[in-house]
Structure formats: structure tokens, C-alpha cells
């Protein structure tokens, strides 16, 4: 698998304030270089970071730069030790490349006020929520910081970040359902916040600036997202003038505004697009491919006076690129591919959406990834089988050295957009979480059926994958029809709802209850208890199961796939495969270094391949002779 990475490589350079930024990696190295050079001036280049220096010994370890203070003298630096979500906030003097004394612990976001300020995100301890934004002068104890704004509710949680104009720093509050906004002049940093729009339930909005007017996405009557916009100078009297309607079944996903034209990143039918609108003739047009499916997304794009668009794009076969886009001429240029393809010399790619019948009559997008040689192998009924299905996070199109590998090895890869996810609007989210999560996992089931009645598979062949919310997929679909599948993986599952969701005390539980419900209440209690996974072992038959997780993961507690695990020890019937993997250093997001989740990918392809071997050999075995 480590022979699919281009090993050395650099970043795309991004230009800031005179100088110009890029990372690197080279040879055999686990962590990027950060460097940085004068645009202008004659200079030598400057390392900024080299985290393989920082790393050694280490069991974990990651570090980033973020921002640079208005003179370049100063760079954030954040810092994980643990692989849990609490990042420590370093200070880096680049007159001597010494990091000053400065260090807090449990940051989120930040942003400079001057040469010598900040505000920071500050992080709580054991819930991790981001809970206050704080004001840090250099050289002084953090201790003595001044909390410029803390959120109370404890289902809300807080950012910061400067807007593309650079004249304005928003603050937000937000929870899954509801947000509120607040904005500063950046010439004014000692000034006070001025709300924008007062939180309302279930209303969540987005707010960029350009020129004097404040853009808003919006959700208030448009459960997929509308533009507006409202004068900066008069937010408290004006009311919001639509400028992008909403429409049914069409998710807006992100905007970027340039003087002559507006770009919406939008999603139909699992496919996302860009759509550019010229201001003057509002006419507008999709950015043409050649691929029909793939994945796009907005770059970066620091200018408002330019027809040149930035994009990002990648497909099953077009390892990640970015490319500008003459908004005027409709070209587009290659800037930079940022690894070397990996497809088979020799193999024909077939990728193709099917159509799915629900459990209630919907219709499920199933997209399927194969080589063409495969239809001529007879009885070949090797699946892998994979979605997510919460928090309205769409399926995208996979690319990389573990869907290849599968690919090439004569596997169908497929990937269900169930509901829980957005793929079909937020109506196709909300058709998927409370009262309505079991639609998430009957429509997995269905995407499994329709595979067999389909002799992609048969009943007992397929592989199935999912991580986090989607082990707990994985985990309520074993329960519910464990005899489709030959090996189902749970990475860092969430297995254990009920009582997650009962401990306040724990990360994430009181901001997920509109994700999930609250068992507190009698109603929610006993929905969420009939297919929460650990709840739900039965004396059955499994598959071979795979569990994977960390012990310093603060999102899905390592003791969740524990309970489980012992619970089928104890319970199941079969004498089929059941492993549990507990990686002592890692959290939610697995290892650190940019080889440790071939490690792990290559561990779950060995079992994998075996584990079809040996259902190869027990199927020979009922041949007649």
C-alpha cells in the first residue's frame, strides 16, 4: 500500500501577507515539513515546523501551524500528544525560531487582534465542548486571560474565525439545530461584539462579508439552504433580501462571493456541483466534467477581484487535484495533482448509481465501483459494502490505495447514501434521525438485498464497513439480519447509545440529543433501546466481526466495542470470528504520521481476504463431487 504514495512531495503554496507558505514530506518521512518564503524579496527559504523533529519518541503526536501574526513575527502552533480532541496552543518566535513560554492547553479556533493579541477558543475538560472565547496577551499567564464571551447552554458550542474581507471577525454559537452570530470590526478589536440575528430554534444560518453587504445561508423556511443578503450598516432595521432560492432536493452545501460572480457549491441526487452565477445577467452554469462521478469543492480563493476560480477535485480514478476555473471563459487550468493515480495499468473501471427500493418506497442511491473484468468471472460474489448514515454527513465518491486494492482484487465496492445522511437533501437527513434512525439502517439492509437479488453477491459474501456513527449502522444491521453478511468491521463504534447517551458527564451526549433523543425521556428511552447494538446481542448466529478502536478516544469510549464484544462472547451461537483490537495510543481519528492508516487499512485487507478465503473453502466443501 505504501508504494501508492508519492513520497516526496510538497503542498500547494498559499500566499499571505508577503510571504508564501507550503508543506512537505520526503522519503520515508511520517510528518510534513512547514515552510515559508519572501514573495518579493531575494530570501532563503524558512522552516517553520518540522514535526518529524517533534515526533520522535513520541507514541503519538501531531502539530500544525495556524495563524501568523500581522508582522510575521509570530505562529500559532497547535499540538496533540494523546490523540484525544484536546490540542495544546503554542507560540513560535520566528526572529529566532524559539517558542516562547506561552502555552494553553484545550484550544479550539483562534484569531490575532494585533502583534501581540489574540482570541482563542477554550476548550472544556471531560465534555471538550467548546464553551468560551478568551483574550491572550503575549508573555502573560494564561491564567489571568479575559473571557470575552462564554456560552451557557450546555448544548452549544462556540468559534471564531476572520471573514475573507479580513474586516470583520464573526463569533458563533451553534448546536446541531440552531445558530447565532456575532461580528467585530478588525479595526476595532478592543471593541464589543453586535449580534446579527438572534438564535431561534431550529434556525441555523452562515454569514460572509463583501463590500457592505453581510451574506447569509440560511435555513429559516429553506430546510435546504437560501442566500440572502442584509446591509452592513443597517442589520437591525433591513430585513434579509433572498438572493439564491431555495429548492427541493437541492442542498446548497458552501458559497463564495466575487465581485462579478457568485459560486454555490450545491448537492442533487448524491452528486455535488458547482454552479456559477454571473451578477450582472444572473445567468448561470454547472462546471462541466468529464467524469460523472466524483468529488468538488470550493478552493482557495483570497480575491474578489478575479473570474478565476479555485476548485478541488478527485474521483475513483483522479487522485486529488485543484484546478482554476475562468469563470468568464468557462476553462479550466491544472494547478497541481496532488499524488500520483493508482489505478491498474490493465483495468477497465466501471463506477455506476443504482437505484435502491426502500423498506417504505423510497429510492436509495447505491453507487458501485468495479473493473469491467470482473462481469466475466463467474460466481464472483465478493462485496464490500459500506455508509455513514448520521448527522446529515453525505457519501462521497472514495478514492485511494484500500479501494483500489479492493477494486483489484474483483471486489464490487459499494457504497449505500442511506438516510442520516444528506445525499438527497436535508429532507433525506431528517428522514433519518430520531423517531426516524431505523430508516438508516433498513435502507442498508435493502442496499444488501438488492445486491444478492442483483448476483453481485449472495447471501452470506458480503464485507460491510462503518466507523463511529456508521459501527453503530454496522452494529444494529448484524443484529437485524446478521445472516447477509460473511465480515462486518466496526471501527471505534458507537455500540453503547443508552448509556452513552444517559452521562451527561461524557463528550458530545447533551449536544447530540437532537441527533438521537434524550433517554431521559420515557418516549425517546424506549425507541433508542430497540436498536441500540449492545442492547440488542441476541442468541444468533454472527458474522465474523471485527472490532477496532483506541483507548484515548474522547468521541466513542473504548469501552462501548469492550461491552459489546463480551456481550457476543457470551451470547452468540456461532463459532465464527470475533476480534477486538484496542490500539493503546490512538484516539477517534486513528494513529499519527501519514503511514499509520495504511497500517491499519492493511491489517483490516489481510483479514478481510482471508476470512473470503476460508468461505471459499467451507462452499467448495458442499460441491457435490
Request: glycine fraction near 6%; hydrophobic fraction near 30%.
Amino acid at each position: 500500500m505504501v508504494k501508492t504514495v508519492e513520497k516526496n512531495t510538497s503542498s500547494l503554496p498559499i500566499q499571505k501577507n508577503g510571504y508564501s507558505y507550503y508543506s512537505s514530506y520526503t522519503e520515508d518521512d511520517e510528518h510534513p515539513i512547514y515552510y515559508r518564503k519572501g514573495i518579493t524579496k531575494d530570501t532563503l527559504t524558512e522552516v517553520l515546523l518540522d514535526v518529524n523533529q517533534l515526533a520522535k519518541e513520541k507514541d503519538y503526536y501531531t502539530a500544525s501551524p495556524g495563524a501568523v501574526s500581522p508582522n510575521n513575527q509570530f505562529i500559532m502552533v497547535y499540538e496533540n500528544t494523546t490523540g484525544t480532541d484536546a490540542y495544546t496552543l503554542k507560540i513560535k518566535d520566528l526572529t529566532n525560531h524559539t517558542f516562547l513560554t506561552d502555552s494553553i492547553h484545550s484550544v479550539g479556533g483562534t484569531v490575532w487582534l494585533d502583534n501581540n493579541t489574540f482570541l482563542y477558543v477554550n476548550v472544556e475538560k471531560g465534555t471538550y465542548r467548546a464553551s468560551k472565547v478568551m483574550r491572550h496577551i503575549i508573555g502573560t499567564d494564561a491564567h489571568t486571560d479575559v473571557t470575552i464571551y462564554e456560552e451557557k447552554e450546555p448544548s452549544f458550542s462556540v468559534s471564531i474565525h476572520k471573514s475573507k474581507s479580513k474586516d470583520y471577525i464573526f463569533l458563533t454559537a451553534s448546536s446541531s439545530t440552531t445558530s447565532e452570530h456575532w461580528y467585530l470590526k478588525t479595526n476595532n478589536p478592543t471593541g464589543d461584539f453586535k449580534i446579527i440575528k438572534p438564535r431561534e430554534k431550529d434556525h441555523i444560518y452562515d454569514v460572509a462579508h463583501h463590500k457592505d453587504l453581510f451574506y447569509i445561508l440560511t435555513n429559516k423556511n429553506a430546510i435546504n439552504y437560501k442566500i440572502a443578503t442584509v446591509p452592513v450598516n443597517s442589520i437591525d432595521t433591513e430585513t434579509w433580501t433572498d438572493i439564491i432560492p431555495h429548492q427541493k432536493g437541492v442542498l446548497i452545501q458552501d458559497f463564495q462571493v466575487f465581485d462579478n460572480y457568485y459560486v454555490i457549491n450545491e448537492k442533487e441526487n448524491a452528486q455535488s456541483r458547482l454552479k456559477i452565477i454571473d451578477q450582472t445577467t444572473q445567468e448561470s452554469h454547472i462546471l462541466k466534467l468529464k467524469e460523472d462521478f466524483y468529488n468538488i469543492g470550493i478552493g482557495y480563493n483570497p480575491e474578489f477581484a478575479t473570474d478565476s476560480l479555485q476548485f478541488s477535485y478527485s474521483s475513483f480514478e483522479t487522485p486529488s487535484t485543484t484546478y482554476n476555473y475562468n469563470m468568464a471563459t468557462q476553462k479550466k487550468r491544472l494547478v497541481k495533482q496532488h499524488s500520483k493515480p493508482i489505478t491498474h495499468p490493465f483495468y477497465k473501471y466501471l463506477v455506476e448509481r443504482k437505484w435502491v427500493t426502500a423498506k417504505d418506497g423510497k429510492l436509495i442511491p447505491l453507487t458501485l465501483i468495479s473493473h469491467k473484468w470482473r462481469a466475466k468471472q463467474k460466481n464472483n460474489h465478493k462485496v464490500y459494502l459500506t455508509s455513514y448514515g448520521s448527522y446529515g454527513a453525505g457519501q462521497g465518491i472514495p478514492g485511494g490505495a484500500t479501494v483500489h486494492h479492493l477494486v483489484n482484487s474483483g471486489y464490487v465496492y459499494a457504497i449505500a447514501h442511506i438516510r442520516g445522511g444528506n445525499d438527497k437533501g436535508n429532507e433525506w437527513y431528517e428522514d433519518g434521525k430520531l423517531f426516524n434512525k431505523k430508516n438508516t439502517f433498513t435502507d442498508f439492509i435493502a442496499c444488501a438485498e438488492y445486491l444478492i437479488s442483483e448476483n453481485y453477491a449472495k447471501e452470506g459474501s458480503i464485507v460491510a464497513e462503518g466507523g463511529s456513527a456508521g459501527g453503530l449502522l454496522m452494529g444494529a444491521v448484524i443484529n437485524e439480519r446478521p445472516e447477509l453478511f460473511n465480515t462486518v468491521i466496526l471501527d471505534v463504534p458507537f455500540v453503547d447509545v443508552i448509556n452513552t447517551m444517559l452521562d451527561e458527564n461524557l463528550p458530545l451526549t447533551v449536544g447530540e440529543f437532537d441527533e438521537w433523543g434524550n433517554p431521559k425521556n420515557k418516549k425517546d428511552y424506549q425507541y433508542i433501546k430497540s436498536y441500540s447494538p449492545y442492547d440488542n446481542v441476541k442468541a444468533q448466529d454472527y458474522p465474523n466481526l471485527l472490532f477496532f478502536t483506541g483507548l484515548n478516544d474522547t468521541r466513542v469510549g473504548y469501552w462501548e466495542p469492550a461491552k459489546m464484544v463480551a456481550k457476543l462472547r457470551a451470547t452468540k451461537t456461532d463459532a465464527n470470528v470475533l476480534l477486538l483490537k484496542t490500539d493503546f495510543s490512538n484516539g477517534h481519528g486513528g494513529g499519527s504520521g501519514r503511514f499509520a492508516g495504511f497500517r491499519d487499512s492493511a491489517y483490516k485487507l489481510a483479514l478481510i481476504f482471508e476470512l473470503d478465503r476460508l468461505r471459499k473453502v467451507e462452499e467448495l466443501k458442499t460441491l457435490k463431487p
